[in-house]
């Protein structure tokens, strides 16, 4: 049932836009007890100035395919914002910019795995990995951004 509320939640967002406020929770699934998945919420609502929800899910291989991110790009926690998926660590300042921009065909965007440096696996004393950001859409993927090295 749970699952099901989610779906329709993201299908009216997706579907009707104007109806979801600028005000709207985020929904963030993570791997059960993730806690860099925190991290990463307590960023993404300082910047957004909206309410987190996280859900633990130890069934999010099948929410990801639901919502279409590619299982190579899988890492610990999906979020949807305004219709839109983000997986993994995604740089805040990048959401924005694909948020506003809504480019056609893009269903989000995948950092894959969990690379030092990026939002909430900052690590003090570490240097930072190098990573993409993957811009995922029915038609396949290309790299929207690159952080690092």
């Known amino acids: 049932m749970k699952h099901r509320m989610v779906g329709l939640a993201v299908l009216l967002v997706t579907v009707l836009p104007g109806v979801a406020s600028a005000a709207a929770d985020i929904a ?51 979020a949807i914002i305004d219709g839109m998926a983000f997986e993994g660590h995604v740089p805040i300042a990048d959401m924005k910019r694909v948020l506003a921009q809504h480019p056609k065909g893009v269903r989000g965007l995948a950092v894959a795995g969990m690379p030092l440096g990026s939002p909430g696996m900052e690590m003090p004393g570490a240097k930072a990995q190098p990573f993409d950001v993957i811009a995922f859409a029915p038609a396949g993927q290309r790299v929207y951004a690159r952080h690092g090295g």
């Open 28 to 78: 963030m699934h993570r791997d059960p007890g993730c806690g860099c998945c925190e991290k990463w919420a307590v960023q993404v609502h300082h910047q957004f100035g909206r309410k987190v929800q996280i859900s633990d899910d130890a069934n999010r291989a099948a929410f990801q395919r639901r919502i279409g991110v590619p299982a190579q790009f899988a890492s610990c926690h999906t």
